[in-house]
Structure formats: structure tokens, C-alpha cells
């Protein structure tokens, strides 16, 4: 089992960065994939970016290719969601989720845990 954390949302400027993490407890977080969601006030939660468990695969919803990155530090038990340019509409509560299937998924229902979220605000 994994408890997951998220950490380092805030309110940030339209074209600005944020650099959301999230600490994983347990000993076996190198056996799961990792994932971002993000959920909009009355919207659906929506994939982010995914990286396989040992960071060498990675995938992104169309809508973070080239301003967010995804990573990940297996000895510190963390990943890292590096978003930059972001714009009004990147505006939702993050979540950090953990996946022991196989293959690599953009499918929330994949994931078997998730963190508590943490908010991100973009302002125009």
C-alpha cells in the first residue's frame, strides 16, 4: 500500500509556473506507475501526465504536452508535475495517484491510490 501527498499548489499569474509534488510513504514505490489528474469545478477529473515506474516512459495529455513535465526520484519517493506557461484553464485541484498495473495509463480507473489534491489558481 501507498499513502500519497501532494504538495505545492497556489495562485500563480496566466503564464507563470508551479511546481507540484508529491511524497509517497511505503516501500515499494518504485513498483508503481505514477500519475497527475485534475479536476475543474463542475468537470470531470482529467488525465495530466503518467510516468512508468522507473521514469523511463513517459505521457501527457494533449493539453500539457510542452508546458508541463512529469518526473520522478524512486530513493526520495517522490514525482514531480513541473508546469510551465500555464494558462486560466489549467485552473483545478492537482491529484497525485499510483497505479500497480502493468501498462501505463491515462485511465483514472487504473489507479489504486490517491493523494488528498492540492489547488492550483491561475489568474488572467
Known amino acids: 500500500q501507498v499513502q500519497l501527498v501532494e504538495f505545492g499548489g497556489g495562485l500563480v499569474q496566466a503564464g507563470g509556473s508551479l511546481r507540484l509534488s508529491c511524497a509517497a510513504s511505503?516501500?515499494?514505490?518504485?513498483?508503481?506507475?505514477m500519475a497527475w489528474f485534475r479536476q475543474a469545478p463542475v468537470k470531470e477529473r482529467e488525465f495530466v501526465a503518467a510516468?512508468?515506474?522507473?521514469?523511463?516512459?513517459?505521457y501527457y495529455a494533449e493539453s500539457a504536452k510542452g508546458r508541463f513535465t512529469i518526473s520522478r526520484d524512486n530513493a526520495k519517493k517522490t514525482v514531480i508535475l513541473q508546469m510551465n506557461s500555464l494558462k486560466p484553464e489549467d485552473t483545478a485541484v492537482y491529484y497525485c495517484?499510483?497505479?500497480?498495473?502493468?501498462?501505463?495509463?491515462?485511465?483514472?480507473?487504473?489507479?489504486?491510490?490517491w493523494g488528498q489534491g492540492t489547488q492550483v489558481t491561475v489568474s488572467s
Open positions: 511505503g516501500r515499494t514505490f518504485s513498483n508503481y506507475h
Open positions: 510516468i512508468s515506474r522507473s521514469g523511463g516512459n513517459t
Open positions: 495517484a499510483a497505479d500497480r498495473g502493468l501498462r501505463l495509463s491515462g485511465r483514472g480507473d487504473s489507479y489504486d491510490y
